[in-house]
C-alpha cells in the first residue's frame, strides 16, 4: 500500500519567505494523480494543485507544484499572511485506496 | 455554484449504526465520481469510500470494509455513507467530496462521535 511522507512536520517561515514543502511516496507512481490541499482550521481542504503542477481554479500563481515518480514539492514563493495552514498531498491512481500524507503545518515564525 | 452538504452526523455508542447524507448541487451530479473523507480530532485527512457516477463501482479503505457502505441517488443529487457497528476509532468529521480524486469541492463536513 501507498505511503505518503510529507516534510517537515512543522515549517516556522515569515511572511514574504518562500516555503518548500515536500511529499514522498513509498512507491513511484505517474504524476498525474498527486494533488496538495490547504486546509485552515475549521474549515475543509482546499485544492490548490493538481496533475502535480496544474494549479486549480482561483488558485494564485505563487503556489506551484513540481516533481515525478517518488518526489514531489509544492512551493509557495512569497508568503502572504494567510497562507499560514496546514497542507496535505494525495496520490489518487487508478485503483485503491487514495492516500493522503500526513500534513505539514505552516505557521508563522 | 457548487454545494455540498453533509447531515446525519452525532453522538452514537459504540457498536451503533449512523447514516450520513450529503445533497449536492450546481453541477450534473451523476456524471461524477463521489467520495468520503473523514478526519479524526486534531489528525490529518484519511479517504474512507469512492463511488462511480452510476453506483456500479465502491471502494473503501480497508479499516471500515464490511462496515460501511457508501450509496448514491442521482435523482436526488444525494450521496449516503451507511455506518455500521461503529467503533471510538470511526470519531471524525466527515466529508464529502467531488470526484475520484484532485477534489475540486468539499462539504462543510458533519462530526460523528462514537463514544458511550
Known amino acids: 500500500e501507498m505511503v505518503l511522507t510529507q516534510s517537515p512536520g512543522t515549517l516556522s517561515l515569515s511572511p514574504g519567505e518562500r516555503a518548500t514543502l515536500s511529499c514522498r511516496a513509498s512507491q513511484s507512481f505517474s504524476s498525474a494523480y498527486l494533488a496538495w490541499y490547504q486546509q485552515k482550521p475549521g474549515q475543509a481542504p482546499r485544492l490548490l494543485i493538481y496533475?502535480?503542477?496544474t494549479r486549480a481554479t482561483g488558485i494564485p500563481d505563487r503556489f506551484s507544484g513540481s516533481g515525478s515518480g517518488t518526489d514531489f514539492t509544492l512551493t509557495i514563493s512569497r508568503l502572504e499572511p494567510e497562507d499560514f495552514a496546514v497542507y496535505y498531498c494525495?496520490?489518487?491512481?487508478?485503483?485503491?485506496?487514495?492516500?493522503f500524507g500526513q500534513g505539514t503545518k505552516l505557521e508563522i515564525k | 455554484e457548487v454545494q455540498m452538504v453533509e447531515s446525519g452526523g452525532g453522538l452514537v455508542q459504540p457498536g451503533g449504526s449512523l447514516r450520513l447524507s450529503c445533497a449536492a448541487s450546481?453541477?450534473?451530479?451523476?456524471?461524477?465520481?463521489l467520495t468520503w473523507v473523514r478526519q479524526a480530532p486534531g489528525k490529518g485527512l484519511e479517504w474512507v469510500a469512492s463511488?462511480?457516477?452510476?453506483?456500479?463501482?465502491?471502494y473503501y479503505v480497508e479499516s471500515v470494509k464490511g462496515r460501511f457502505t457508501i450509496s448514491r441517488d442521482n435523482a436526488k443529487s444525494s450521496l449516503y455513507l451507511q455506518m455500521t457497528s461503529l467503533r471510538a476509532e470511526d470519531t471524525a468529521v466527515y466529508y464529502c467530496?467531488?470526484?475520484?480524486?484532485?477534489?475540486?469541492?468539499w462539504g462543510q463536513g458533519t462530526l460523528v462521535t462514537v463514544s458511550s
Open positions: 463511488i462511480k457516477e452510476d453506483g456500479s463501482q465502491t
Open positions: 467530496a467531488w470526484g475520484w480524486g484532485s477534489h475540486d469541492y
Open positions: 494525495q496520490q489518487y491512481g487508478r485503483s485503491p485506496p487514495n492516500t
Open positions: 496533475g502535480a503542477s
Open positions: 450546481g453541477f450534473t451530479f451523476s456524471r461524477y465520481w
